[in-house]
């Protein structure tokens, strides 16, 4: 799961329901009502002087072009963004609409080079602005382009930074996700202990505010793969039974860019069982709620 949340703009000349509305449906990742508001906020805001909602409208829309797997359709709403923020000098908005090129780049098409340049062009822009959240958005998916390219220490140091705004500013599912690619990049580099640590500061940001179900999905899967490299495969599989059905439920799509974390784990796990206790446990994880999954993760990693 990748870190491209979204941020909260402001759109002053849009009607109060609909930026109201399209807040709501963007907090709910419910996507398919992002698309039908933005579109609709799209046919609203044609007037000369409109940018600034038609600028951010693309961007809703680009957003939910990226839930949809749509590279091409987010491109394009993204690029549009860009256009209008350009032409009136809006830099917040700039890097907003850059940023969201990058997270397609990453997500969708996995050019982990042409995202990274992105994101490292939309940080100062947004850094120029007072959109504290926007900073930490686009710094937490650097951190993510930067881990791609295994450059750990630069990754960490970004995830800890945007991890400190969203702590300042009360985004603790976000800060969560900082703390979970903290813990990724430790066991990428080989330190097990410091991994599992950042998990237990992860899980309390996850448990104290609404729970981002993309969030929890990552938030296991690396759970997943440190069980898997303890060869831990029986609570392994029961943590990938769990969020298979997670995934299921919400209709959350594994992203293509993290199949390298995950392809070789599971590799491994199917070889360390036998296939009918795999999948016995694989139904055993399915039955699990979030805190029976977060009890035998950590016991399994004694």
């Not at 090129?101 to 939309?122: I, Y």
């Not at 899967?221 to 069980?227: A, C, G, S």
């Not at 039974?241 to 299921?248: A, E, H, I, M, S």
Request: hydrophobic share 45%; aromatic share 8%; with cysteine.
């Amino acid at each position: 799961m990748h870190n491209h949340p979204f941020e909260r703009p402001q759109y002053p000349g849009m009607k109060q329901s609909l930026r109201d509305e399209l807040s709501i449906a963007q907090r709910n990742a419910d996507f398919p009502a992002v698309e039908r508001l933005a579109r609709e906020a799209i046919a609203q805001s044609g007037a000369p002087g409109d940018e600034i909602d038609l600028g951010n409208a693309y961007c809703y829309l680009g957003g939910a072009m990226v839930a949809r797997h749509d590279a091409r359709a987010a491109v394009d709403a993204y690029n549009r963004s860009l256009e209008a923020f350009t032409r009136i000098g809006n830099r917040t908005g700039m890097a907003r609409a850059t940023n969201g090129l990058g997270v397609v780049s990453l997500d969708l098409e996995a050019q982990v080079a042409h995202a990274r340049e992105r994101f490292e062009r939309a940080l100062p822009l947004a850094r120029e602005g007072d959109d504290r959240h926007l900073v930490g958005v686009i710094l937490g998916n650097l951190c993510e382009a930067l881990r791609f390219e295994a450059q750990y220490r630069a990754a960490i140091a970004c995830a800890d930074e945007a991890l400190a705004i969203m702590l300042d500013i009360g985004d603790l599912p976000r800060a969560a996700w900082q703390k979970i690619n903290v813990a990724h990049c430790d066991l990428l580099r080989g330190r097990r202990d410091e991994a599992i640590s950042s998990m237990h500061s992860a899980y309390e940001y996850l448990t104290r505010e609404g729970r981002d179900a993309r969030i929890v999905a990552w938030y296991f899967e690396v759970w997943f793969i440190i069980l898997a490299s303890l060869h831990k495969w029986e609570p392994a599989a029961t943590i990938y039974g769990f969020v298979q059905r997670l995934r299921d439920e919400r209709g959350i799509v594994r992203l293509q860019t993290l199949m390298p974390w995950l392809s070789s784990p599971t590799e491994a796990m199917w070889r360390g069982l036998r296939p009918d206790r795999v999948e016995e446990l694989l139904n055993l994880g399915a039955r699990l709620s979030m805190e029976d999954a977060e009890r035998l993760a950590r016991e399994g990693a004694l």
